[in-house]
């Protein structure tokens, strides 16, 4: 993957919103002194060899209904395997991330009952032998990339 | 915010619903993209336009917008960095957070005290674990006498990855 001078201006206008209006490519050709054919031709090629991973709405999952949380443990490097085989055969941890610190497995919980998140946690205490540390988003400052590239 | 967010869902119809299963994997790039929305779910282009502003006003759809792999623009070093400041600043220095260039996700969360004493996340991208630090002491510096001690824990394997998604 190279990424020329063109790509990176529409990676960078891209980033930072997309508008909603009858012929959208073309009001973002004209800011960027682009042809609009080209445009949609080089979004094709980012979305392809995967530059981009997508392009449309962010949609806020929360809002659409379901519940999540991330959840921090801190496990004995010699049963780390274990506790993650464990914890990612449960359908509604949708990530799972080792980090080097103390507290080295953080996942996210995602359920479609809010109420059923508790009963999750429970259950991987249970089957894992170790405390699940709850920390639910009280509050959301940003989410997205401005990556300069 | 509880109570915001259910009524936020509520408001979400079926023509609503459907919109979001078809644009949750992406635009389609052709000219007039949200006419083709339309045509495909048999409703007007305008009635798409509306709903998807009302959904940006409303917070359902953050933005509309390109997402970049930051692995793949060289960006390799992400760390999570976690701070613990004063929880009456935690809204405006979290909001002065989120504004920096290289953080891409900024949240307040609970503390777990005395084992986990941090309550705002700020994720750090990088190219260097290098630069990450730079990045982290930046924060700092922004943060001065807020800063009541912080850690950056970096990744060392993505265990699990799926998608958080509607289903039909």
Redesign the interface.
């Known amino acids: 993957?190279q990424?020329d001078a063109v790509d990176r201006q529409?990676?960078n206008a891209?980033?930072?919103?997309?508008?909603?209006?009858?012929?959208?490519?073309?009001e973002v050709a004209e800011k960027l002194a682009l042809d609009?054919n080209e445009l949609?031709a080089r979004?094709?090629r980012?979305?392809a060899?995967?530059?981009?991973?997508?392009?449309?709405?962010?949609?806020?999952?929360?809002?659409?209904?379901?519940a999540?949380t991330?959840v921090?443990m801190?496990v004995r490097e010699d049963d780390f395997e274990r506790v993650?085989e464990i914890?990612?055969s449960f359908p509604e941890?949708?990530?799972?991330?080792?980090?080097?610190?103390h507290?080295?497995?953080?996942?996210?919980i995602?359920t479609e009952n809010p109420k059923h998140i508790d009963a999750v946690l429970t259950e991987i205490e249970l089957d894992t032998g170790y405390s699940c540390?709850?920390?639910?988003?009280?509050?959301?400052?940003?989410?997205?990339?401005?990556?300069?590239? | 915010m509880q109570a915001l967010k259910e009524d936020k869902v509520s408001m979400l119809d079926e023509t609503d619903r459907r919109i979001i299963l078809a644009t949750q994997d992406g635009l389609p790039l052709e000219r007039r993209p949200y006419d083709a929305v339309a045509s495909k779910l048999g409703i007007s282009a305008e009635e798409v336009m509306q709903r998807l502003r009302r959904m940006s006003d409303d917070g359902i759809i953050r933005r509309i917008a390109a997402v970049p792999n930051h692995y793949k623009l060289g960006y390799t070093a992400n760390g999570m960095s976690v701070w613990n400041v004063p929880d009456e600043q935690v809204v405006a220095l979290g909001k002065q957070v989120g504004a920096l260039d290289f953080v891409s996700h900024c949240y307040r969360r609970p503390r777990h005290l005395p084992a986990w004493p941090y309550n705002l996340f700020a994720m750090v991208h990088a190219t260097s674990r290098e630069e990450a630090l730079e990045k982290v002491d930046e924060i700092a510096r922004l943060l001065g006498e807020y800063d009541r001690g912080h850690d950056v824990l970096f990744s060392r394997r993505i265990l699990k990855k799926t998608g958080m998604r509607l289903t039909p």
């Open positions: 993957m990424l529409i990676i891209l980033q930072e919103g997309f508008p909603i209006s009858d012929e959208p490519f073309t609009e949609i979004l094709e980012l979305l060899d995967k530059t981009l991973t997508r392009f449309g709405p962010m949609y806020q999952a929360e809002r659409l209904g379901g999540f991330l921090a801190s993650a914890v990612n941890v949708a990530h799972n991330y080792e980090r080097e610190h507290f080295n497995m953080w996942f996210v995602a540390y709850n920390m639910p988003k009280q509050d959301e400052y940003f989410v997205g990339l401005k990556l300069a590239v």
